[in-house]
């Protein structure tokens, strides 16, 4: 079955990057839309970027500039790319096919704080 691996998460400073990864088994890889998705605290899980089977991207105006989402297929792996983190970046980030969804993985927590 699909398996999702989120890592890369920590705690950063206003203003510093982190870059997360998602190492994804069990399916061909290739054939998805990839996502990444945040849970901040006490709010809903949103789509912050996804990236598509040709490698176009597209992004939530809440991250756009920032962000950058990027897959390598033949590892498996989507990444994103987080500078000039804020506040309001702090959250869970989780990766996941967008559209028909896969069980979840246990997310990688990313904490924005001085």
């Known amino acids: 079955q699909v398996q999702l691996v989120e890592s890369g998460g920590g705690l950063v400073q206003p203003g510093g990057s982190l870059r997360l990864s998602c190492a994804v088994s069990?399916?061909?890889?290739?054939?998805?839309?990839m996502g990444w998705y945040r849970q901040a605290p006490g709010k809903q899980r949103e789509l912050v970027a996804h990236?598509?089977?040709?490698?176009?991207?597209n992004y939530a105006d809440s991250v756009k500039g920032r962000f950058t989402i990027s897959r390598d297929n033949a590892k498996k792996t989507v990444y994103l790319q987080m500078n000039s983190l804020s506040p309001e970046d702090t959250g869970v980030y989780y990766c996941?096919?967008?559209?028909?969804?896969?069980?979840w993985g246990q997310g990688t927590q990313v904490t924005v704080s001085s």
């Open positions: 996941n096919e967008v559209g028909v969804m896969w069980p």
């Open positions: 990236i598509l089977r040709g490698g176009s991207v």
């Open positions: 069990g399916v061909i890889f290739s054939n998805y839309v």
